[in-house]
Structures are given as structure tokens and as C-alpha cells.
């Protein structure tokens, strides 16, 4: 019975111990508010619309303005350099295949307008 009552009074103590670390640690608590650094890694929207833009294994048509140099004559931004760099951070001279599915990370915004000069009506 001591032996047991023992333990038990161990088993809180460690219990209080675990839980005032853990009310004293920054990490804690803070995590909430740090939402900045975390959507400094959130893909941005597409501010026009993507309907319609082909994206199969010969021909990504958003790259037909977002990839240097092409992008500065369409006065689009070009990917960003991180699109470049494979699994072990080696950087490859085209996209990476992990994103070259630009619509699996891009949404476009609700709202988003055809860009001026797109007809539509692409298949
Ligand atoms: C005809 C040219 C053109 C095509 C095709 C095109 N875009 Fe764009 N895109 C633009 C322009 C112009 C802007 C506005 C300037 C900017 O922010 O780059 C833009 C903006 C963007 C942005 C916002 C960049 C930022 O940092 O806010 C993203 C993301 C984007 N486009 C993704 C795409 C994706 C994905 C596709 C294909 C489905 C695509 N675009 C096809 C011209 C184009
Ligand atoms: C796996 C997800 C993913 C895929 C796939 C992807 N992107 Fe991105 N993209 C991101 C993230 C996250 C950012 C913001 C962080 C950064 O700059 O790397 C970004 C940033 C961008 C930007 C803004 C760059 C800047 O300097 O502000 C453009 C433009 C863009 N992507 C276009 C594209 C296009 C075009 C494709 C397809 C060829 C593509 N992305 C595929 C995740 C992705």
C-alpha cells in the first residue's frame, strides 16, 4: 500500500512539474500570434483568372509569362526562385517538378477578372 502510495504522489508531482514548464515556456501560447512567419510560406492568390490555361506535360501556359524572361514583357512577376530547388536543394535550370502544377498551390481569388487581352474561350 505505501509502496503505491508512493507512486501515485510521484506520478503528481511530475504532473505538476510537466504542466508549469509548460505554462512557462514561450513557445507556448505564442504560437497562436505568430501567424506572419507562417504566411510568409503560403502560396499567393492569383489576383486574374486562370480558367482555361493549359497545364499539361509539354506546355504550362502560366509560365508563358511568369517564367524569366518571358514575365517582363507580360509584366507578370516571375516564379519565385524557390520553384527552382529540388528535394535536397539542388537548383535545377527549369522548374522543379513538384511545381510545376502551378493550380495545385495557386488558387485564383474569388473575384478574379480575366487578364486584359484574354479572350477566352480556350479549351
Ligand atoms: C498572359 C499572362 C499571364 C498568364 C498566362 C498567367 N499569369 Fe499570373 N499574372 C500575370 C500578371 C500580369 C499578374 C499581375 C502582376 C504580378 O503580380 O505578377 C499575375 C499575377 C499572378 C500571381 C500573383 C503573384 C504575387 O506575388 O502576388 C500569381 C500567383 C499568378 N499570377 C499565378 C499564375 C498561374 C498559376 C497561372 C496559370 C494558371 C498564371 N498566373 C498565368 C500574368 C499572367
Ligand atoms: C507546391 C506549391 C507550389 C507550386 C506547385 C507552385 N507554387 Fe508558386 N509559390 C508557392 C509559395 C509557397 C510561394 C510563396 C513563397 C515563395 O516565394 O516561394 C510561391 C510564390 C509564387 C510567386 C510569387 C513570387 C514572388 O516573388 O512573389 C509566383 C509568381 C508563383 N509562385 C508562380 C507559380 C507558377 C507559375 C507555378 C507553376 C509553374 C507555381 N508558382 C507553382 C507555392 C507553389
Known sequence: MD???LSLKRIFWVGVVVVLALA???GVGAAETDAPSDAASQPPLVPHSIDGYKITHDLNECLTCHQPPANEKAG???VSDAHYVWRKGERLDKI???RFICTQ???AKPDAKPLPGDTGGRQ
Do not use: E, I
Request: aromatic share 0%; proline share 7%; glycine share 0%.
Open 96 to 98: 522543379a517538378a513538384t
Open 76 to 78: 507578370a512577376r516571375k
Open 105 to 107: 498551390c495557386h488558387m
Open 3 to 5: 509502496v503505491l502510495n
Open 24 to 26: 512557462a515556456s514561450p
